[in-house]
């Protein structure tokens, strides 16, 4: 279905317009049914995130700097989220040793349990959106989208 079915639109759109209705409308379709699966969990997208941040460190603390550097979404207020995943257990909070205006911030095993038993459900979600395209189409289409964003 086109973008102008979809919202239908009877005014025709140029390219650049239509590239932008095509990829809001894609990137809401792609974040419903990602929250979708995270909804059993009660956990947002953004808290997701950050668990993923935290457990690519590795048993490594980060820092709340390194921790917003790494977001998808650069809005996001890490405080909150880091406070919402401490009141869970999925992560820990300490003030850094070496300088006590740096707050550490480490996952627990409580949550990568819970990215563990997501990642299966994450990786099909993932895959339902690019199953239709081939090897060369993917990366094709990552290529565009990084032109497209890097000016």
Excluded: W
Excluded at 97 to 110: G, S
């Amino acid at each position: 279905m086109t973008i102008e079915e979809i919202l239908k639109s009877t005014v025709p759109m140029d390219s650049s317009k239509k590239i932008i209705m095509n990829i809001i409308y894609t990137q809401n379709v792609i974040t419903e049914n990602f929250n979708e699966i995270l909804k059993p969990y009660d956990i947002s997208s953004e808290q997701f995130n950050v668990l993923r941040i935290l457990r690519g460190q590795k048993g490594n603390p980060a820092n709340m700097c390194v921790i917003q550097e790494r977001m998808l979404a650069k809005t996001s207020n890490t405080t909150r989220l880091v406070d919402k995943l401490l009141i869970k257990d999925f992560v820990t909070r300490k003030v850094c040793p070496e300088n006590r205006r740096k707050i550490e911030v480490k996952i627990t095993q409580k949550g990568l349990d819970l990215l563990r038993e997501l990642d299966p459900k994450v990786k099909a979600h993932e895959d339902s959106f690019s199953n239709n395209l081939n090897e060369d189409e993917k990366a094709q289409l990552n290529q565009l989208l990084e032109k497209f964003r890097n000016q």
